[in-house]
């Protein structure tokens, strides 16, 4: 199971930490990813992390602002945004799965990813 939390009004330039609490079973095990969706328009995938090699995947709107991290211990991923943009406004999802399918490592698909939260909006306006 995978709930977020953080999400929230924010406005433009600042800062928000979202964490997804992952439970059920060990989060190195699997690759992980955030993905947002603005209504009526199609997925994006901001930020994803590998499982094997901790190799990170930005979207490009969003390379130099997200940081995207997790904890084993405390089986928790991070999306750390920074300098945020109305455009960045969406329902952010965190997912796990496996591992990041090869040459598609983030897709708005979500290629890899088999377990997906319910989402948390973020709010970016004055």
């Known amino acids: 199971q995978l709930v977020e939390s953080g999400g929230g009004l924010v406005q433009p330039g600042g800062s928000l930490r979202l964490s997804c609490d992952v439970s059920g079973s060990t989060l190195d095990n699997y690759a992980t990813g955030w993905f947002r969706q603005v209504p009526g328009r199609a997925r994006e995938g901001a930020a994803c992390?590998?499982?094997?090699?901790?190799?990170?995947y930005y979207e490009d709107s969003v390379k130099g602002r997200f940081i995207i991290s997790r904890d084993n211990v405390k089986n928790m991923l991070y999306l750390q945004m920074n300098s945020l943009k109305p455009e960045d406004t969406a329902v952010y999802y965190c997912a796990a799965g496996p591992e990041l399918d090869s040459g598609y490592e983030c897709h708005p698909k979500g290629y890899g990813m088999d377990y997906w939260g319910k989402g948390t909006l973020v709010n970016v306006s004055l």
């Open positions: 992390l590998s499982r094997s090699d901790d190799t990170t």
